[in-house]
């Protein structure tokens, strides 16, 4: 957002950043095996392409370099604020403008906000009887502490999510034992990783070169949308490849049978892992499937009752997704507060306006994550469109623009009735996608190119202008 700014002359802007640096997924994530479960060379920027990438799926560390390159390479440092968390936003009727309250006290007063807070930087722990009794190291996987050496210790990993399917292979080597506690297993595809050499580097440096792998890799991609988006009866490919994978590397049928999904494929992610079921077959780690029924100061107790003593915990258990937008304090016009305009469920305009808060956008908003292809793509797509909308402000000289309702609710009506037949509301799916009413407030329910070919340019009368 902050590049595209620069680009179209807009420099009076300022990113508030709450932590002391910047990086965001790629500076909090820092467990064993942290990477990418998108190809590289898709999971950039489109105007930032990367020849250099190290693997087809970049470690974490790579990934937060590319992102503190790009700042110095577009200038953005003078605009970086660190260590202003925002506490509110409250928007000014008379003023026309936006109050943004920091947690130092400080208070900023601009035309527009854009928020590219994310959706998975909120960890979420599970309510455990006596989870605060462990007299143990315990910590979450978006907070690793390395100061814990695992080495020679019982460790118990409670969730099967993506990053747990990273790090459980590179601490069951050390561990002396590992237990393992899933309560739904993941599908989980095969990951065509591997080291690019030096000359198809070199290669990529030629002109094209680097624009044509990522294009090849945008439609392969792609082409998974088929059954998220038309059919749910089409995700059947990928449960044969699920399966087949899944046999391959699992030949004890009864922890087979443990890892075998009773849902159908795609309602939750689909993770990528060559490594994850090696890892389960070991000899010291132990997968086990009973519900948690109690933690105490030295095991877990199972809903069996078995005990498992452990010296260590480590949650893999995801984050606080809907909760990450609706907790904030967002008051807009006539004093509404968000969660007062989202009372029936969150709803906006295309992931990226809500009606009744003016100049105020989101990046990767609700409904505007994937399931099947690089979520960058979305976000640039939301960035040209709100800068189309900045650029309807400067024509019209208007002060504000706010979405209207009617437009609003049109687009939400649509969207539900897409969603209703696809695959997340499909096979007894519980998900992080959906909220507590059961609907899918997450994912766009379509192709990328379909959502990038809608938010191309804005319908100025979808907008009341506010002078």
């Not at 820092?30 to 020849?51: I, K, Q």
């Amino acid at each position: 957002m902050a590049i595209k700014l620069k680009e179209a002359g807009y420099h009076d802007f300022v990113i508030l950043e709450k932590a002391p640096d910047l990086g965001g997924t790629w500076r909090d994530n820092t467990y064993p095996g942290c990477a990418c479960d998108v190809p590289s060379h898709m999971y950039s920027y489109s105007f930032a392409l990367n020849p250099d990438w190290s693997r087809m799926f970049s470690p974490q560390e790579e990934i937060w370099d590319y992102m503190r390159a790009c700042v110095d390479r577009y200038g953005i440092a003078p605009h970086l604020r660190y260590g202003k968390r925002v506490v509110s936003l409250e928007y000014d009727d008379g003023a026309r403008l936006w109050e943004v309250a920091t947690a130092d006290g400080e208070t900023l007063r601009p035309h527009a906000v854009v928020s590219g807070i994310g959706a998975l930087h909120i960890p979420s722990f599970p309510e455990i009887a006596g989870r605060e009794r462990f007299a143990g190291p315990a910590f979450h996987s978006a907070a690793w502490d390395h100061s814990v050496d695992l080495t020679g210790k019982r460790v118990a990993v409670i969730g099967t999510g993506a990053s747990a399917i990273q790090f459980v292979p590179q601490i069951a080597s050390r561990a002396a034992k590992l237990t393992v506690f899933q309560r739904t297993p993941p599908w989980i595809h095969p990951k065509p990783d591997f080291a690019i050499p030096r000359r198809m580097r070199r290669a990529l440096r030629l002109p094209g070169a680097a624009r044509t792998l990522r294009h090849a890799l945008y439609w392969l991609l792609e082409s998974r949308a088929l059954g998220f988006t038309v059919d749910p009866r089409l995700m059947k490919v990928h449960e044969t490849l699920a399966r087949r994978h899944l046999e391959s590397q699992v030949p004890d049928p009864e922890l087979r049978r443990k890892l075998t999904p009773g849902y159908t494929i795609g309602c939750k992610r689909i993770l990528i892992s060559s490594d994850y079921y090696p890892a389960l077959t070991r000899g010291n780690v132990d997968l086990v499937t009973d519900e948690i029924a109690e933690i105490r100061e030295h095991s877990i107790i199972d809903a069996t009752g078995a005990e498992h003593e452990v010296d260590v915990i480590v949650y893999g258990t995801g984050f606080k997704v809907i909760e990450s937008l609706q907790d904030q304090r967002i008051v807009g016009r006539n004093g509404v507060k968000i969660q007062e305009a989202w009372q029936d469920g969150i709803e906006t305009y295309y992931g990226i306006s809500t009606a009744g808060f003016p100049n105020l956008f989101f990046l990767l908003g609700p409904n505007t994550g994937l399931g099947h292809n690089s979520v960058v793509f979305m976000i640039e797509s939301q960035i040209r469109y709100v800068m189309d909308c900045l650029r309807l402000l400067s024509r019209t000289r208007a002060r504000a623009l706010d979405v209207r309702p009617e437009r609003q609710r049109e687009f939400g009506r649509r969207l539900l009735e897409r969603l209703d037949p696809l695959v997340w509301n499909s096979g007894g799916c519980d998900s992080w996608y959906l909220d507590e009413q059961g609907v899918n407030r997450t994912i766009w329910p379509g192709f990328t190119f379909e959502y990038w070919a809608r938010t191309r340019k804005v319908k100025p009368d979808a907008y009341e202008l506010i002078y």
